[in-house]
């Protein structure tokens, strides 16, 4: 069971009152303690000039009850002030005040300061809001420089001791009359500053959130993890083997609605000598809108075949021919030859 552990605050003095349990040592003439599920609080009433209990938990720690008490003292009357210093984008270095701690303050209302120990300073050193304040441990510094990333601003310094309390500094923290008035492109009050909770965000905005967010990736886009969009290789294929003698167009895949034809693979042999092409239409055998995939839409234009030549054409790890929305796919001979194969698709 872990100390529990409560700070106290009154004037200049802090009170920390722990109780819990802790692992003693064994002592060599250990007292037979009195064993509780969990160490309680109050843990027993004692009484002055009597030994109280000795009481342990249920694993072997010992309950005490203890208290501590520390003084932990303010910044004090300001020991010395330092000369402000007048900062530009160029970077201005001031002399420390005496004091082992220096508060250094932006007193301007528009523009941040970045400071830091020493001769020099970037943007990319400690941000001083306007109107804010940052205490600075002095050490052996003997300066302290600041720059601005725009315009001018003015940095005091005041010397002393002890913990700086008050409001607008610590860590750079904000301060200051500057409003923010958007966040990622979502419009926020102008007043008030930002508070926890969900952003406001009004019809036109979550309305063009939306849009974005469902918008088709514009092609050429990098996305991480992309591999393809092509259906041939993300989707489940289907096969249409086929064995024809006709001189067609002879319908290998009907259409359905508005779909569209994704060849991943396909081929084709012939038991003698034609010319042999592969289309899409409109139609029960491609009789209309007839477009050419492979060859031509004319019988006697299409592929030349050998007899017991083949066509064979793709993997089936991509598209390797596409039909027309709405269309089917037709083979297209120009006699009547024999020929066999199969198609490897997807129709969506």
């Known amino acids: 069971m872990g100390n529990k552990v409560q700070w106290l605050y009154g004037a200049s003095t802090a009170v920390l009152l722990a109780i819990g349990c802790i692992t003693p040592a064994k002592a060599q003439n250990a007292t037979q303690a009195f064993v509780v599920t969990t160490c309680g609080t109050p843990l ?43 900062v530009t984008t160029g970077g201005v270095t001031g002399t420390l005040p005496t004091g082992a701690v220096v508060v250094a303050s932006n007193v301007g209302a528009t523009n941040g300061a970045y400071c830091k120990l020493g001769a020099s300073a970037t943007t990319s050193d400690q941000l001083i809001p306007p109107n804010s304040w940052f205490a600075f441990t002095v050490g052996a510094n003997t300066q302290l420089a600041c720059i601005t990333s725009t315009s001018t601003t003015t940095v005091n310094m005041v010397g002393g001791s002890g913990l700086p309390t008050g409001s607008g500094g610590g860590g750079g923290g904000s301060g200051g009359a500057t409003n923010i008035t958007q966040v990622g492109g979502v419009n926020v009050p102008t007043s008030g500053g930002l508070q926890s909770g969900a952003l406001p965000i009004d019809a036109s905005t979550s309305s063009q959130l939306h849009t974005d967010l469902i918008a088709p990736v514009v092609a050429g886009t990098a996305r991480i993890g992309y591999v393809s969009d092509d259906p041939c290789n993300s989707k489940i294929k289907l096969n249409a083997p086929f064995s024809t003698s006709s001189g067609g167009p002879v319908s290998l895949i009907a259409l359905s609605g508005s779909t569209v034809i994704y060849v991943c693979s396909i081929s084709a042999i012939t038991d003698t000598a034609i010319k042999l092409s592969f289309i899409d239409g409109t139609g029960g055998s491609c009789a209309a809108a007839q477009h050419a995939i492979w060859g ?16 064979t054409q793709g993997s089936g790890n991509g598209s390797v021919g596409v039909t027309t929305a709405a269309s089917a796919l037709c083979l297209l001979q120009s006699g009547t030859s024999l020929i066999a194969g199969n198609v490897v698709y997807v129709q969506q």
């Not at 030994?51 to 005490?64: A, D, F, S, Y």
């Not at 019988?299 to 030549?309: E, I, P, T």
Request: with cysteine; glycine share 14%; proline share 5%.
């Open 296 to 311: 031509s839409t004319t019988a006697a234009s299409g592929m030349s075949l050998a007899a017991n030549g083949g066509f």
């Open 44 to 86: 027993t009433t004692l009484t002055a000039g009597k030994n109280g209990p000795v009481m342990e938990n249920v694993t072997g720690q010992l309950c005490v009850n203890a208290s501590v008490s520390a003084s932990i003292t303010g910044f004090p009357t300001v020991q010395s002030t330092g000369t402000p210093i007048a």
